[in-house]
């Protein structure tokens, strides 16, 4: 079943990002002596990542609407809960926001690894801003081409099939641990430092499968050197149609999302950074630019994107329990 990838003509990854629309790549500190007018949006990842640049494309549009400079710092690591700690640790006045995502918002925090951090609790929704479709990818030379392949061709082998991901407990992880379960496939887990060193290792066929975001495996697919198995979300991505989701190949009802979101530190006033939000996520531009970094747009505001964070939150709780600790 090999899917077609259909992300079109669009600018790379790279370029959208590398373009940033003004808003400034600050070394730690910068925004501090640039005075109060400026608001620091901490990303924790690395740059070039789709985190990366959808923080700087709605903190450009940020930054107009509210007549701010707005600065991005990248403090990655601790699977991006290092910098949403560093956020907790802000003053509550609105200067100082950072990007979320799923891994360490509501999964971290249920782990025995997790780092203390609380953002149900520490930190304030201000947006959900993107979905990140998930894929499970596999190299042309492995002939696996669907969901039921893989859980037969698992069960063959006494050492089943490896499968990367961007770290352990990461959504991506628990996705295919979740599909592993659901179809009875012997699947082993091989974390990796990101979702590039599985998809190289893939392409290199050392390594079976990887379960990445679409932003890390679009080179792949438009090259056909990777094949598209499975979307993991309820519905196909637009951005890659071609792909059938998990539930369509008969793993009925599964879905496993991840997202992007926006975060003040608890008890900053998020109203008036949601309402912006709002409007700049409601340009057709700003969406088009977002989609070329392989996300989708995706805004709920302050109060619909927290109680979407305690749906989840649960959600991926009761997946933990279920699948018990994973290493």
């Known amino acids: 079943m090999q899917a077609s990838w259909r992300l079109g003509r669009r600018a790379t990854v790279g370029a959208t990002v590398g373009a940033a629309l003004g808003v400034v790549l600050a070394a730690p500190g910068l925004a501090r002596a640039q005075g109060a007018r400026t608001i620091t949006i901490i990303v924790p990842f690395a740059p070039g990542a789709s985190a990366d640049g959808v923080a700087r494309l709605v903190g450009a549009a940020l930054g107009q609407a509210m007549g701010q400079t707005v600065v991005v710092e990248n403090r990655p690591g601790a699977g991006g809960s290092l910098g949403l700690a560093l956020l907790a640790r ?3 006045d609105g200067q100082t926001l950072g990007v979320g995502a799923t891994g360490a ?4 925090p249920h782990t025995p690894q997790a780092t203390g951090l609380d953002p149900l609790r520490q930190l304030a929704p201000v947006a959900r801003l993107a979905g990140i479709p998930l894929v499970l990818v596999a190299g042309p030379a492995t002939g696996l081409r669907s969901v039921p392949e893989i859980a037969a061709r698992s069960r063959e082998v006494a050492s089943g099939i490896s499968f990367g991901t961007t770290g352990t407990n990461s959504a991506q992880h628990l996705a295919t641990e979740l599909l592993a379960r659901a179809t009875q496939a012997r699947l082993t887990h091989i974390p990796y430092r990101g979702s590039a060193p599985a998809v190289t290792d893939v392409l290199s066929g050392t390594l079976p499968l990887a379960c990445v975001d679409l932003t890390s495996a679009a080179g792949g697919l438009q090259a056909g050197t990777l094949v598209g198995v499975a979307t993991t979300g309820p519905r196909r991505s637009a951005l890659a149609p071609g792909i059938p989701t998990a539930a369509e190949q008969g793993v009925l009802g599964f879905s496993a999302t991840a997202w992007l ?6 008890g900053a006033d998020t109203s008036r950074l949601s309402a912006e939000v709002e409007r700049a996520m409601a340009q057709a531009a700003l969406r088009e630019r977002i989609l070329t970094l392989a996300a989708e ?8 994107f927290g109680r979407f964070l305690e749906g989840e939150s ?3 709780r009761g997946a933990l329990a279920g699948l018990g600790t994973r290493e």
Do not use: E, H, Q, S
């Open 105 to 108: 918002v509501v999964i971290n």
């Open 90 to 92: 802000a003053a509550p």
């Open 314 to 316: 649960d959600r991926w």
């Open 297 to 304: 747009p995706d805004f709920a505001g302050d109060a619909t």
């Open 261 to 266: 979101g926006l975060f003040a530190p608890a």
